[in-house]
């Protein structure tokens, strides 16, 4: 299937939209994100990680819960923008590491037990998505978990969709990764896998 375009989508895309309205996916207020965010933290299968990774952490509204599952978490994205506003939403949780990164040309040199990958997969290209796939794999320990969720609907702008990042996890499984969890609803798909 051809990409809807080919290219990952630049930190700049996220930067016009973050200027234009500070919230632009309405993570603060809309029904919608946080059920979804209440079924994210809600299959996570232990009570506490210790190290955990979150790619596209956005304005910070899903880190903070997050945070509190964490004994260290380390969230990434590509916009100061909306990373600053995370910055101030969790200040007051000091075992939160901000930096901004763009994935899979840089990836942090470390291991975690909990990697999340919150509707951000579908705005990589095909090629970056393996790229950040192989990243992933190399940086999970085993028996770390991997959760997925992404939006299913169609979006022109996005290179990929919800459905064909998560497939392309199950391509892994089951010799690198074991699918422990799966979860579609009207709008999203979560899955959970575990490293082997």
Not at 100 to 107: G, L
Not at 130 to 147: A, C, F, N, T, V
Not at 189 to 196: Q, S, V
Request: charge should be negative; glycine fraction near 4%.
């Amino acid at each position: 299937m051809n990409p809807l375009q080919p290219n990952s989508l630049p930190p700049s895309y996220f930067d016009t939209l973050y200027q234009a309205d500070p919230d632009p996916w309405r993570f603060e207020t809309s029904e919608y994100e946080a059920n979804k965010y209440a079924a994210t933290i809600a299959a996570l299968p232990k009570s506490r990680y210790r190290s955990a990774f979150e790619i596209g952490g956005s304005i910070g509204v899903l880190t903070e819960k997050l945070a509190d599952r964490c004994e260290s978490l380390l969230s990434i994205d590509v916009s100061k923008l909306a990373q600053d506003r995370a910055i101030q939403r969790c200040k007051h949780l000091s075992q939160i590491q901000f930096e901004i990164m763009r994935i899979p040309e840089q990836f942090p040199d470390r291991k975690f037990d909990l990697i999340l990958v919150s509707e951000v997969g579908y705005y990589w290209s095909w090629e970056d998505l393996r790229k950040s796939q192989q990243h992933i794999l190399e940086s999970l320990e085993p028996g770390g978990h991997l959760l997925l969720v992404h939006w299913t609907l169609y979006a022109k702008d996005y290179p990929l969709s919800g459905d064909e990042v998560h497939d392309a996890f199950f391509e892994l499984s089951p010799v690198n990764l074991k699918h422990r969890l799966g979860q579609r609803e009207e709008q999203y798909r979560l899955d959970l896998f575990e490293r082997c």
